[in-house]
């Protein structure tokens, strides 16, 4: 795989998991009543917040890998079944660490998502491409939120549930190749070891 093919993988992979688009009716809510100027804030509070915690596990998570004594392979089926649960919960609307950060913008999906795109990089250059991915996704996800407002009334009700329904798809295509890569290779070793018997 090229650089260009694997920042594609990583950049619509962390976008789909993101889902600011999906974010966003949810922001609108909470943020109701609030002036232009406190949206953007509240909105470059999380997307920060957002980065940091992506790139510090995404970088961190061979040594946590090694830490609990975790595999590559298990992280990858327990992200697969977890992208699935794509919950949106109500919260206080002290919420830009709660839950405009975490979960919503930054969930175990995305961060397992960010770990395993990590191990498969091949190279020190991969790598940068990765993170610098994330940067780029955070910062979309801020301008999304920040033209919320304008945005909804483009694409209206029923674009933005047509938007919600591909990027669920997605989400769900993603979550069945993370789990079908994390399970080909303990099913291989199953039944590698199951020949070897006597």
Do not use: W
Not at 20 to 31: I, K, N, R, S, W
Not at 70 to 98: D, H, P, Q
Not at 153 to 162: F, Q, R, S
């Amino acid at each position: 795989m090229d650089i260009f093919a694997y920042s594609m993988l990583c950049f619509t992979s962390l976008f789909t998991l993101m889902d600011p688009l999906g974010v966003m009716p949810v922001f609108l809510q909470m943020t109701e009543g609030m002036s232009a100027g406190e949206r953007r804030s509240i909105a470059l509070k999380s997307c920060a917040l957002t980065f940091v915690i992506l790139v510090l596990f995404t970088l961190c998570g061979r040594f946590l890998f090694h830490f609990f004594g975790i595999s590559t392979n298990g992280f990858r089926i327990a992200g697969g079944m977890k992208l699935n649960e794509n919950e949106k919960k109500e919260y206080s609307r002290n919420i830009t660490v709660t839950p405009l950060a975490v979960p919503m913008l930054c969930d175990p999906g995305g961060i397992s998502s960010g770990i395993t795109l990590m191990e498969d990089a091949p190279e020190h250059i991969f790598k940068i491409a990765l993170v610098c991915v994330i940067a780029l996704v955070c910062l979309l996800s801020f301008i999304i939120l920040c033209v919320s407002t304008r945005l909804l009334k483009i694409l209206g009700e029923t674009g933005n549930n047509v938007m919600m329904r591909l990027m669920g798809l997605i989400l769900m295509v993603i979550a069945v190749e993370c789990f079908i890569n994390g399970m080909q290779p303990v099913l291989t070793d199953i039944l590698r070891q199951a020949h070897a018997c006597p």
